[in-house]
């Protein structure tokens, strides 16, 4: 539901803040530090060949130089005035169910403000398995 935009702003300044810190700093990569756990190298071959500074340092490069090919997730709320006519109930059945105010139900349906939490996750199974929940309410 946020502005990619702003995502990307985010991004380019945590990278910036977080490259100017290392310049700062001066730090350095760390050589792999054998710990009991990968006494065995045969075991574990790819181990003592990674250097995860490194694998950052690219990793935050590439959200940089790319921040397009950053996996965006977009929901689509749902239809609160749908899923209340669905159910067969009132405004303020509906708001005493999800035990929230008419007005903020009322908000919701407007598209002044979204539900969240839990309330958002309940109005999304009442819509898209309606029976689910009836089944749940009534046993």
Not at 83 to 104: D, H, K, Y
Request: charged share 25%.
């Amino acid at each position: 539901m946020s502005d990619t935009s702003t995502g990307q702003t985010v991004v380019a300044k945590l990278t910036k803040n977080f490259f100017a810190a290392i310049r700062q700093w001066r730090i350095v990569p760390v050589p792999f530090v054998e710990t009991s756990l990968f006494s065995q190298a045969e075991n574990y071959p790819m181990a003592r060949n990674r250097n995860l500074f490194e694998e950052l340092r690219d990793g935050l490069e590439e959200i940089r130089d790319k921040p397009e090919s950053l996996r965006q997730i977009c929901f689509t709320p749902p239809d609160i005035r749908k899923v209340r006519e669905l159910f067969g109930m009132s405004q303020s059945q509906m708001a005493i169910f999800l035990n929230v105010s008419v007005r903020t139900l009322q908000n919701w349906e407007q598209g002044r403000r979204g539900p969240t939490g839990p309330a958002r996750t309940l109005l999304r199974i009442m819509q898209e398995e309606p029976e689910a929940v009836k089944r749940a309410l009534h046993s």
